[in-house]
């Protein structure tokens, strides 16, 4: 077996790309490496052989990787289970992992796991799994230590030593009242260099709260803002119900700035880079739709204003422009932006770049080919009422090559600016788009020049 | 004085209204709330304000309200500030807050101070402010508790006791060998939990470094890849001189966020809505620049192969399209981008709303009318060989319109939709680039038609 992290890496990746024969010796690698690490390279794999590999763990080990795991791994791997190995795992993760967990497992066998499960603990779950999935309630854990008024450090300290490996990821300690709401909170350093004589209240700070129905992005800005270690949240009455980590709040601020960015850019809010070519293409078709509709009413208000062919001159085809040049602005923008954050979120690594790459320019390529594949037809029939019209063509044409071409561009100048040492943002946005607007022109009046002739 | 938090904001607030006629009465309102909130009110003053209050409070909260301050605010107040002041504030703040203090201040004042503080401290400074401010060694403290192997974990904590107040923002110790390799990491959790009488070896974990020359992004992404308390950051000799916090590494990611988005839109990596309007017209015109000679190539590219209005027709005025409704692309994603990141981080709290959308419109507008301006002459000169002519003047015209419509658009949607509960970045991008080619294209062909008409 490979010695140093990086050797056993190195033989992950190389099984990767050869293909997984024996799943438990894969495991057996695996089982070596951080689970972060480990859950990051079953995330690249096939679904079939993820779960292969993942059945040869033990569970501890499975757990730690459902706790670092993306939704896309996570659902792959809860459809598989049986009521055995979800009981199991249930029983091991956190609060709020198990419900995730749950939430992505075959309802049936979800139902069969909570009734198969001390009761206490199926009614956490069920209650937990109430909340809307991006609300604080949604993201909050379960396991915490609280501490009653009146207490002194050293017995909060034991507490900790008692309830502390159920709650590791909450550094700190919540003191509430007799009815349960927070008056106070600790931090773990602050346990640690008080006097264990001290009383609580006399030693601990404002705590911080919010609601279990709020946003769970209004949630991590708090702790982000505050700099907290938790923030609680309460109940309608007031009453502590969970805790949310900076750790937490950390993943759910990652998680909504890559949701506004890919959405902005007309993809969805999945990890681009790590799905199938074809599931990328389908998601980008709604933006692409609207795009290809707007270009569509652009030229019918240009050809209304200025006539067709007839009054308008050889000029008018150029009615189509916007519609050509903004489908390969959208496409240009759309993969230089998911390398630009994937290059820094660290997503895109160094030895999977090619891969990405080469993906990003098939799905930009499948794109062009069926926005101009519909635009034939389209076109065509808006301007010589036929299926096939040798304008429309020519629009269509340009709208293949066009966007393939504004895809390269879009892949080759991050990419380069990695290499040169620019800050790829700066150059991937605006410059792209204006390189994407005139080769998009040239292309068309070239294309339409060929197929046309004027 | 006012009795609770939302009381003292409000008051704040309506003290930024109205203006600040007493500093004194301001800043003791000030020093009652949580210094991340008084570092947020001091931004949205204006900077001779912002001093003004500042020097009210005492060195302690000054301090506090700088380590949550941002460049801006950060920048404003060290360039005001004596040998004193800063010498005051030098020696409260952590050493990654007190040399990024330094570096805003004036050189020569800066200079006396590190001459006038205990030799040690100054090295200890100077030696920090040598790395790049984007490196791990340029973000990492040097206030961290470290232990010998060997020691126990009682031994540990007292050490922690001892030092702990001064590194409170690094939740864990580093156990390190005889050459202050790093061998090893404790967590608070871990020292709380543990019994005082283990040796530290034998619970401690595997510890997590990366080399002061390393960009802070990388460190930061190793603290979220692996749910990191702290990183420890070591020089060439492999012997730990700072450690980075999960603290610091949530700031950064923000930032690096923050900073790609905006860059990838063509503004700057500041906090746009914070920023006045004059900067933040100037700091877009690189931007627009390039856009508009992208345009211009675009209309030449294409009146080469068209012919001008002899050979092309009315249509031909179309060449100039790429430019407008490029320049109004560019400039409606800029707002809903900022307003979308400005919602999603709590940036554009709603009671600042109005305000932001209002300067951010000013700004638009101004794009619109500088572009718009500019281009008058240079398709002027392009088209008729002189400074002014009547189809220069449609281009700009329509220029000026359609890009102030865009940035009123690029305003309009992400706020309507924030009201209606829908997720503005799905319609803030393509639909909203789409809208504003379509009113782009419109804009162009009426204001053409009543200047040159056809």
């Known amino acids: 077996m490979p010695g140093s992290d990086e050797e056993r890496m190195q033989a992950l990746r190389a099984l990767r790309d050869t293909g997984i024969d024996s799943p438990a010796r894969a495991a057996g ?90 009761v206490e603990d199926a009614l ?82 404002e705590p911080f709260t919010i609601d279990a129905n709020a946003d769970q992005e209004e949630a991590a800005n708090q702790i982000q803002k505050y700099s907290l270690s938790a923030l609680g949240v309460v109940g309608p009455d007031g009453a502590l119900v969970g805790v949310i980590s900076a750790e937490d709040a950390a993943e759910i601020l990652e998680e909504e700035a890559r949701e506004d960015i890919q959405r902005l850019v007309g993809t969805t809010a999945k990890q681009q880079t790590r799905l199938p070519v074809l599931v990328r293409t389908r998601q980008r078709m709604p933006l692409m739709a609207v795009t290809v509709l707007g270009g569509l009413v652009s030229a019918k208000i240009l050809s209304y204003f200025l006539g067709g062919d007839e009054t308008g001159g050889d000029a008018s085809i ?16 759309q993969s230089s932006t998911i390398l630009v954050r994937g290059f820094a979120t660290g997503e895109v690594e160094p030895e999977r770049e090619g891969a990405v790459l080469l993906s990003e320019l098939t ?35 340009a709208i293949a090559v066009a966007v393939s071409w504004a895809a390269f561009l879009g892949c080759a100048v991050p990419v380069s600016c990695r290499r040169l040492g620019i800050d790829p943002a700066i150059v991937a946005g605006p410059a792209l788009i204006t390189l994407s607007d005139i080769s998009g022109s040239l292309i068309y009046i070239l294309v339409a020049r060929q197929l046309v002739g004027f």
Not at 81 to 103: F, H, I, T, Y
Not at 318 to 333: D, K
Not at 363 to 388: D, K, P, Q
């Open 363 to 397: 799905v930009g390529t499948l794109v062009g080919l069926i926005c101009g594949g519909v635009t034939i037809f389209i076109a065509s029939w808006m301007e010589a009422g036929t299926w096939i019209d040798l304008f429309g063509v020519a629009v269509g044409t």
């Open 29 to 118: 690698v695996l089982g070596e490496i951080h689970p972060a690490d480990a859950a990051e390279w079953l995330q690249d794999l096939d679904d079939g052989d993820a779960w292969h590999v993942f059945v040869e763990l033990d569970t501890g080990f499975q757990a730690e990787i459902l706790e670092f795991a993306d939704e896309g791994l996570i659902n792959d791997l809860a459809a598989r289970m049986s009521a055995g190995d979800l009981r199991s795992l249930v029983e091991e993760l956190p609060s709020d992992d198990a419900v995730d967990l749950l939430a992505e497992a075959d309802e049936r066998v979800a139902e069969d796991v909570l009734d198969s499960i001390p």
């Open 318 to 333: 150029l009615r189509y422009l916007p519609l050509i040049i903004g489908l390969a602005g959208n496409v240009g923008i």
């Open 124 to 205: 956490v779950l069920r209650e937990l799994s109430a909340y809307p999935p991006d609300t604080a309630g949604g993201v909050m854990k379960t396991e915490f230590v609280n501490i009653q008024r009146g207490t002194r450090v050293g017995d909060a300290v034991k507490e900790v030593k008692k309830e502390g490996e159920e709650a590791e990821d909450i550094l700190g300690v919540f003191i509430l009242d007799e009815e349960q709401n927070p008056v106070g909170f600790l931090s773990d350093r602050s346990l640690l260099t008080h006097s264990i004589h001290d009383l609580v209240e006399d030693v601990m700070v």
